[in-house]
């Protein structure tokens, strides 16, 4: 079928809306339309720094609705209601224990710009075009295999939704199903973008009695104190090591780093205490870490974490059901941009103008 697509030729070229020819859903897979999409930072990493082939299309935050359905599909039906997320292939020994984030497979998979049999759905004259995270929901259609399409609630604006299925799931995740912080402890978020500011929700919602959000601009800090933060820090202002420590009884019980950049990630660590735990979910350059003094000396830990430790049909309908109930209020992160202005959600989300924009396709 003939779709409209936001394609990539070429490593930092400007997204291009195009027709494209999208092949049928195969075995275990499903047809889904479009309704919106959000704008992630992986989407511009990829656009920019090549970590997939191009030519090809993004996104991988997608909501939709299902239009058609594969053989032996099981989970899912026509007119289902349902986010995409990443792709796993569900047969090796992390995705049989819960933790398809570290799928075995999961660079080939989500980056590697083919389909699970290694073959192609998009197409653009004799072209194949790479598909990302398995959906490159920056397209009216897509072709997704079910294990990655989680059905949601239809009582809910679909359109909201399609974060939830990397950017909003990593902050959330990395807190609740990672971290699992006690109640009463204290957490420090480092970066306030959609992925940290859900960190924030999700710390509130586990029952954290200090809560500090670290970022350089006042108007998201203004945002976490709106979610949830107890203590806001503008790091260009203070000295955010020696603050934390001085309201937090020498330092957090744990904290979440999503900036990537090293001076930050060096804070975390520093303004932990005795036996903290610092999550790093930020794509972070190579840096130094003195592993004595900033770790190995006090007892820290510190670990990455992709996607939460999510798996995402699970995790997922949990987030819509907090939302529902008035404790995850992820709608405050978000503007809506209408597709065709793609390239100007992406130029405003660098800047830092929003937090979370989604593209609305229907």
Do not use: W
Not at 186 to 202: D, F, P, Q, R
Not at 265 to 287: F, S, W
Not at 322 to 345: C, E, R, T, V, W
Not at 347 to 352: H, L, N, T, V
């Amino acid at each position: 079928m003939k779709i409209k697509a936001a394609v990539t030729h070429a490593q930092g070229k400007d997204f291009s809306i195009e027709e494209v020819r999208l092949s049928g859903p195969k075995s275990n897979e499903v047809l889904v339309k479009v309704v919106a999409t959000g704008v992630c930072h992986t989407d511009a990493v990829a656009r920019d720094l090549a970590i997939s082939p191009y030519p090809i299309v993004l996104g991988h935050e997608g909501s939709g609705i299902v239009e058609q359905v594969g053989e032996n599909v099981t989970s899912l039906a026509a007119g289902d209601h349902v986010v995409m997320s990443f792709a796993h292939c569900g047969q090796c020994e992390n995705c049989l224990t819960g933790h398809p984030t570290v799928c075995a497979a999961f660079n080939d998979l989500n980056f590697g710009g083919r389909m699970e049999d290694q073959t192609y759905r998009l197409h653009q004259g004799d072209t194949d075009l790479g598909t990302f995270f398995g959906q490159s929901s920056f397209s009216t259609h897509v072709v997704a295999h079910e294990r990655n399409v989680v059905k949601v609630d239809k009582d809910v604006d679909l359109a909201l939704l399609g974060p939830l299925g990397c950017g909003i799931q990593t902050g959330a995740g990395t807190v609740l199903n990672r971290l699992k912080p006690e109640f009463g402890t204290s957490i420090a978020i480092y970066g306030c973008g959609a992925v940290g500011l859900s960190a924030i929700m999700a710390a509130k919602i586990a029952g954290c009695q200090q809560i500090f959000a670290i970022d350089v601009h006042d108007s998201r800090l203004e945002l976490a104190r709106e979610l949830g933060a107890t203590h806001t820090l503008n790091g260009k202002n203070v000295d955010v090591v020696g603050e934390i420590r001085k309201a937090a009884d020498g330092g957090t019980h744990y904290a979440v780093e999503s900036t990537g950049v090293p001076p930050v990630v060096r804070q975390c660590l520093n303004a932990l205490r005795p036996l903290g735990q610092a999550a790093i979910v930020g794509v972070t350059p190579e840096m130094n870490i003195d592993v004595h003094n900033d770790l190995m000396a006090e007892g820290k830990s510190m670990i990455g974490v992709i996607e939460g430790d999510s798996v995402p049909r699970v995790f997922i309908p949990k987030l819509v059901e907090f939302y529902k109930a008035g404790k995850f209020p992820f709608d405050k992160l978000i503007k809506f941009y209408p597709f065709d202005q793609i390239n100007q959600a992406f130029e405003d989300s660098q800047k830092g103008v929003v937090v979370k924009p989604i593209l609305k396709l229907a």
